[in-house]
């Protein structure tokens, strides 16, 4: 069994890429690293370092050890923190959604946090890829995503649904496919899964958004309206994102004839047991929302 003592030190001081700020942050000596990095050579009989002066590179075995041996690592730190501190109410709980989810869940869960001043909310947006690598990673105890995840150490299940909406400039009415050709696509993180979806099922000449012009794109949620109500071009968004935009007179919201909604899941870690206050941020979510 690899010492844990010694496995530390080695994914301490590749992440800090220094032997002296190495011994500074686990408070040992220089040498004490190096005696830590041998013998941890010598235990798996395998070169972990190449060493050029001051300097070092990992070895393939070195990058393979590094890469599983932190997410161990990783989770003996959870482990034990689940153990010394399980309250339902009390705690850090980290959290990732697109940004669509993230509008209509944040506020929530700050009235919880609000209610329970011992409860820490870290929410983040980001892109359903980018969320459900967050999660596998470890840098994030619980994701919503609105594709259903892919990778294998994550377990899921539905929350509910959310309409899809076709979005254009005010003063259109319900457009056929030349004047989506000539508005042109404002894109965002989400806007080819969202399009697809959509106009698929309602245009008989969509294959792919690539069809379509693009005239814009924005990484942020309460932006991705801001250019169409400007008439540079139409997008798809989910039904909450949508209403979260505060100049709705300036757009024009299409309900079109085949109705399409994204599923919406929660997950976390297949690896990792829920602690009791990220199952109370589940819990409230099911509960408020009737999605």
């Given at each position: 069994?690899?010492?844990?003592?010694?496995?530390?030190?080695?994914?301490t001081?590749?992440e800090?890429n220094?032997?002296?700020?190495?011994s500074?942050?686990?408070?040992m000596?220089?040498s004490?690293?190096?005696?830590h990095?041998?013998?941890?050579?010598q235990?798996?009989d395998c070169?972990?370092?190449?060493?050029h002066?001051?300097?070092?590179?990992?070895?393939a075995q070195?990058?393979?050890?590094y890469?599983?041996?932190?997410?161990l690592l990783?989770?003996?730190q959870f482990?034990e923190?689940?153990l010394?501190?399980?309250?339902?109410?009390s705690?850090?709980?980290?959290?990732?959604?697109p940004?669509?989810?993230?509008?209509?869940f944040?506020?929530?869960?700050?009235?919880?946090?609000a209610?329970?001043?011992?409860?820490?909310i870290d929410?983040?947006?980001?892109?359903n890829?980018s969320?459900?690598?967050?999660?596998?990673?470890?840098n994030?105890?619980?994701?919503?995503l609105?594709?259903?995840?892919?990778?294998?150490?994550?377990?899921?299940?539905?929350l509910?649904q959310e309409?899809?909406?076709l979005?254009?400039?005010?003063g259109?009415?319900?457009?056929?496919?030349?004047?989506?050709?000539?508005l042109g696509?404002?894109?965002?993180p989400?806007?080819?899964?969202?399009?697809?979806l959509?106009?698929?099922e309602?245009y008989?000449?969509?294959?792919?958004?690539?069809?379509?012009k693009?005239?814009?794109?924005?990484?942020?949620?309460?932006?991705?309206?801001?250019?169409?109500?400007?008439?540079?071009?139409?997008?798809?968004?989910?039904?909450h994102?949508?209403?979260?935009?505060n100049?709705?007179?300036?757009i024009?919201?299409?309900?079109?004839a085949?109705?399409?909604?994204?599923?919406?899941?929660?997950?976390?870690h297949?690896n990792?047991?829920?602690?009791?206050?990220m199952h109370?941020?589940i819990d409230?979510?099911?509960?408020?929302?009737?999605?």
């Amino acid at each position: 069994m690899i010492n844990p003592a010694w496995l530390n030190t080695f994914c301490t001081l590749v992440e800090v890429n220094h032997f002296t700020r190495t011994s500074e942050r686990l408070f040992m000596t220089q040498s004490g690293v190096s005696q830590h990095i041998k013998k941890l050579e010598q235990q798996l009989d395998c070169l972990l370092l190449e060493r050029h002066g001051k300097q070092f590179t990992l070895t393939a075995q070195g990058q393979s050890l590094y890469q599983r041996g932190s997410r161990l690592l990783k989770d003996w730190q959870f482990l034990e923190q689940e153990l010394h501190n399980d309250s339902p109410y009390s705690g850090d709980v980290k959290v990732q959604s697109p940004g669509s989810c993230g509008l209509k869940f944040y506020d929530q869960l700050l009235n919880l946090q609000a209610t329970h001043n011992n409860l820490s909310i870290d929410y983040r947006f980001a892109p359903n890829e980018s969320v459900e690598q967050a999660v596998a990673n470890h840098n994030a105890d619980i994701g919503f995503l609105t594709q259903a995840p892919t990778r294998s150490e994550i377990t899921s299940h539905k929350l509910g649904q959310e309409e899809l909406l076709l979005v254009t400039p005010a003063g259109y009415p319900t457009p056929n496919w030349q004047t989506l050709c000539e508005l042109g696509f404002i894109g965002h993180p989400d806007a080819k899964h969202h399009a697809q979806l959509l106009l698929s099922e309602n245009y008989p000449e969509f294959e792919h958004i690539n069809q379509i012009k693009r005239t814009g794109f924005s990484n942020q949620i309460s932006l991705i309206l801001e250019p169409v109500s400007l008439g540079l071009g139409f997008t798809v968004l989910p039904a909450h994102a949508v209403g979260a935009f505060n100049k709705p007179e300036q757009i024009k919201i299409h309900h079109l004839a085949n109705p399409i909604s994204e599923s919406i899941y929660v997950c976390h870690h297949r690896n990792r047991p829920l602690a009791k206050r990220m199952h109370t941020v589940i819990d409230t979510i099911k509960s408020i929302n009737s999605i």
